[in-house]
């Protein structure tokens, strides 16, 4: 009697680790399969703990198997526990200064302690305050200009002087991020208070990824930080003054690019992944015509901007259309021409992303802002560049005009001002 009471307690507490730690061992696995070849292991390893938790039904019963079951489920709770306490470390610890040392700006980045751009978030907005959130990529984040010349940090400043309302500009940009990166930004922040939301939408990339790129999990993170850790505490070979410097970026060297343009790819000083549009069109006036066509072709695109809408019911939602400099002047090319782009003719590419892009809004009723009529204009009206000359980005100049257009539409009777209103521009 005594050895049945003994046996029902063994169950009932190796159920309920089973209940307590199943979760978590599950919602670690989850992360590893997304990060493909380089998160198996770590797959494995979460699959095999969840393995066990099964087995232990059929072996608790069993005396001889018991110190068995309990120690490896010991080992099962720690790892899902170290998966939990390590994503809380890191939801706290991207906080921090970058210095960003390229070869045409130098600036200094400060992230809040989620890994954006911005003062630290809180849910609440302030009374009498207009919020925004303003999501996207590298446009949004400022990849190419100082906090003060970002496009939520002037909108904050030069909004209220149109509408007399102090503003609140949530910088939700990420360098690379695609339209399953904003999704995922939209679904995090959704429980924020915002009287609006911005998606910003990049003609190039957010046509052409059509995949959810990896992430790391808190495991693998936190691998990855203490490898690093180890290595910087290693002894090191003394430098020797006539070696060629390291290449941070060694495939940089497969391409037939201005030997100059290679060192400056190889330091990260320009941005090396231009180099990758080699791979993807023969030229670039095909590469544009054939992102209108993918963007039809592949649903899941638009159906990212929808699921950003949707995650804000009520709430006004806008899409702001960022140009490609290469639909602005032929100029640019001859310096893209050193870093291997290929152009057919000598004319700025078309507009196929963009036609393809507001169709799809207009057919849903999503207010949206074409930036490149605007662009065009000033360049034709002043002759200035609005983008660097190799950087891809917006310069600080075309950041502001970029602001003015946004501020105004804003305040037009053609802005967002409902969920679904539709819009190509201020009035």
């Known amino acids: ?144 200009v100082p906090e003060r010349e970002t496009l939520p940090r002037i909108l904050e400043a030069e909004l209220p002087k149109a509408t007399g309302t102090p503003q609140e500009w949530f910088n939700l940009g990420v360098n690379g991020a695609n339209t399953f990166g904003y999704v995922q930004i939209a679904r995090d922040f959704r429980g924020y208070e915002t009287d609006r939301v911005l998606l910003g939408f990049y003609v190039d990339n957010d046509m052409s990824l059509l995949r959810k790129l990896p992430r790391r999990s808190a495991v693998e993170e936190l691998s990855h930080r203490l490898v690093k850790r180890l290595r910087g505490l290693l002894p090191h070979p003394a430098a020797d003054a006539t070696a060629e410097p390291a290449c941070i970026y060694p495939w940089v060297r497969d391409y037939s690019v201005d030997p100059a343009y290679v060192e400056h790819a190889c330091s990260g ?74 152009f057919r003719e000598r004319a700025p590419v078309g507009t196929h992303p963009q036609q393809a892009l507001f169709e799809y809004l207009e057919q849903h009723q999503i207010a949206f802002l074409d930036l490149l009529p605007a662009i065009l204009t000033a360049r034709q009206a002043t002759g200035r560049d609005h983008y660097y000359r190799i950087d891809d980005h917006l310069n600080p100049a075309g950041n502001r005009l970029a602001a003015r257009e946004i501020g105004a539409w804003l305040t037009s009777s053609g802005g967002p001002t409902s969920a679904r209103s539709s819009s190509n521009g201020p009035d």
């Open 269 to 342: 000083r320009i941005n090396p992944w231009f180099l990758r549009r080699h791979d993807e069109s023969p030229d670039n006036h095909s590469y544009y015509e054939e992102l209108g066509a993918r963007f039809r072709e592949h649903p899941v695109l638009g159906e990212n901007i929808l699921a950003i809408r949707d995650a804000f019911p009520g709430v006004p939602f806008g899409v702001v259309v960022f140009p490609s400099r290469y639909q602005v002047s032929a100029d640019y090319f001859d310096e893209l021409k050193k870093l291997g782009f290929r």
């Open 1 to 144: 009697m005594r050895e049945a009471a003994s046996q029902r307690r063994v169950r009932i507490a190796t159920a309920g680790v089973l209940a307590v730690a199943s979760p978590p061992v599950l919602a670690g696995l989850l992360p590893a399969l997304e990060a493909g070849a380089a998160g198996l292991l770590q797959a494995a390893l979460w699959l095999g703990w969840t393995l066990l938790a099964g087995a232990a039904y059929l072996w608790v019963e069993r005396g001889r198997w018991r110190p068995i079951v309990l120690g490896g489920w010991s080992l099962a709770l720690s790892a899902a526990l170290f998966q939990l306490v390590g994503s809380m470390y890191l939801a706290r610890s991207q906080a921090g200064v970058l210095q960003v040392d390229n070869l045409e700006f130098q600036f200094e980045v400060v992230l809040n302690s989620q890994g954006f751009r911005n003062v630290e978030f809180q849910r609440q907005k302030p009374p009498g305050v207009e919020r925004t959130l303003f999501i996207g990529d590298s446009f949004v984040y400022g990849a190419a």
